[in-house]
């Protein structure tokens, strides 16, 4: 348990550049508590004690702005970083040395008491990173080491390696090897840009040079006319 409990720590300071101490992270980080607790109500969840499951996980959200559900499945060194407004569905999974910014909804899509028991929320590999403000809704599978861009809405599965932005969310570039992907703080890679705004962009661009190439040929043809009158008169 203290080992867990050390890796933990020691996952937010590999990963937050403000943190200095594990003490520090210990009494002043709310994502740290909300992992603490959450620990603590699935453990009472999975031993049939459900309701006051639900409770731990209800004062942790209160003191942290942070809502897991006991029923999800978490694996080693997640680290939530601000954490403010982060929710975890209760069929969701998540996988080892996972990365979640604050604002990010894992949730579910299906309602009804037909879908209880099956999986309603998404299943997130190892070394995943998802920015602030995304969204990851159904029971979609997203891939090790995959890279989710900050308010990207995410409804498809995503493989492993990737790096997802926009809304709906569509792969922007592709790691070789999920191993072998950097650390990127909020799910941001340098230089990548929104396909469709690349796409409107060009557009744009392709326009504005259309209409200097039309206004050259009505000058041209002007010019043509004028020096036609001029030969008539």
């Known amino acids: 348990m203290f080992a867990h ?7 937010f300071l590999a990963r937050d550049p403000a943190a200095k101490s594990r003490l520090e992270i210990f009494l002043c980080y709310p994502g740290f508590h909300a992992v603490m607790l959450y620990k603590l109500s699935n453990r009472l969840w999975r031993s049939h004690m459900r309701l006051i499951a639900r409770v ?12 897991i559900h006991p029923g999800a499945t978490i694996g080693r060194r997640f680290f939530i970083d601000h954490g403010m407004g982060v929710v975890i569905g209760e069929t969701a999974k998540i996988g080892d040395d996972v990365t979640i910014y604050h604002g990010v909804t894992l949730g579910g899509v299906a309602t009804g008491t037909a879908n209880k028991g099956a999986v309603r929320h998404p299943q997130i ?5 998802i920015g602030s403000g995304a969204q990851l809704l159904g029971p979609i599978n997203v891939g090790d ?13 995503v493989e492993a390696g990737a790096t997802m932005v926009g809304i709906p969310a569509r792969q922007v570039i592709k790691q ?4 072998d992907a950097k650390f990127a703080a909020y799910g941001a890679m340098e230089g990548v ?18 209409n200097r190439r039309i206004k050259e040929l009505e000058s041209q043809n002007q010019n043509i006319e004028a020096t036609a009158e001029k030969w008539e008169a």
């Open 5 to 11: 409990i050390k890796d933990d720590l020691d996952s």
């Open 56 to 67: 731990i996980s209800q004062f942790a959200r209160f003191i942290t702005g942070i809502e």
């Open 125 to 129: 590999g190892n070394q995943v990173i």
């Open 145 to 157: 080491g995959a890279r989710i861009g900050s308010n990207a809405v995410v409804v498809k599965d």
């Open 176 to 179: 070789s090897k999920a191993e």
């Open 193 to 210: 840009q929104d396909p469709r705004q690349m796409t409107i962009d060009n557009l744009v661009r392709e326009v504005q040079m259309l």
